[in-house]
């Protein structure tokens, strides 16, 4: 964060961060006017700052991300594969309303760009890639590889990056 404000004046609003991180006062130093949330209770969909609540999702954007909604419902089948402790009705809220919580997080915190450190694949996370979506923001995450600790970024979740899928070796014809 420090390299992106120094190099490239992109200063972080808002960061999800392991509860190690939440209790580093040096980060508070460093950022004071970022919002720190923990991992731990952005799992649970809390946590969230208390911005005022200007979105909603309305059946124009609800068909938009059908899609990407059972995407999120099939997450949460691997922690809850009986469906007993949440609902599919309880499951579909609880997406919404974490779409929701981040729209008005990115309205209220000004946030133009989201830099995700692995590929979406945790409810709150996948949620924060759709309202992105919804607000036409860039996403950039770090895919990882076989590869010892190479990795590369993505914008995309459906598709590898095209320069990555035209990639030639060297000795190609």
């Known amino acids: 964060m420090q390299i992106l404000s120094n190099d490239f004046y992109i200063n972080a609003a808002y960061y999800v961060a392991w509860d190690r991180d939440v209790k580093d006062d040096e980060l508070y130093k460093k950022f004071p006017s970022m919002y720190v949330h923990s991992i731990g209770d952005a799992w649970k969909g809390a946590g969230f700052p208390n911005v005022p609540s200007k979105n909603h999702l309305?059946?124009?954007?609800?068909?938009?991300?059908?899609?990407?909604?059972?995407?999120?419902?099939?997450?949460?089948?691997?922690?809850?594969?009986?469906?007993?402790?949440?609902?599919?009705?309880?499951?579909?809220v609880f997406f919404r309303d974490l779409v929701t919580k981040w729209l008005d997080v990115i309205d209220d915190k000004?946030?133009?760009?989201?830099?995700?450190?692995?590929?979406?694949?945790?409810?709150?996370?996948?949620?924060?890639?759709?309202?992105?979506?919804?607000?036409?923001?860039?996403?950039?995450?770090?895919?990882?590889?076989?590869?010892?600790?190479?990795?590369?970024?993505?914008?995309?979740?459906?598709?590898?990056?095209?320069?990555?899928?035209?990639?030639?070796?060297?000795?190609?014809p």
């Open 58 to 92: 309305d059946e124009k954007a609800l068909a938009e991300i059908s899609r990407e909604e059972l995407i999120a419902l099939k997450m949460m089948d691997r922690l809850d594969p009986t469906g007993r402790a949440l609902s599919f009705s309880d499951r579909q």
């Open 110 to 172: 000004d946030i133009t760009l989201v830099i995700s450190p692995s590929i979406p694949h945790r409810v709150f996370d996948y949620a924060l890639y759709v309202a992105a979506q919804l607000k036409n923001i860039k996403f950039l995450a770090f895919q990882m590889t076989p590869f010892s600790d190479a990795s590369f970024i993505i914008d995309n979740v459906d598709h590898l990056p095209r320069n990555i899928v035209n990639c030639e070796t060297a000795d190609s």
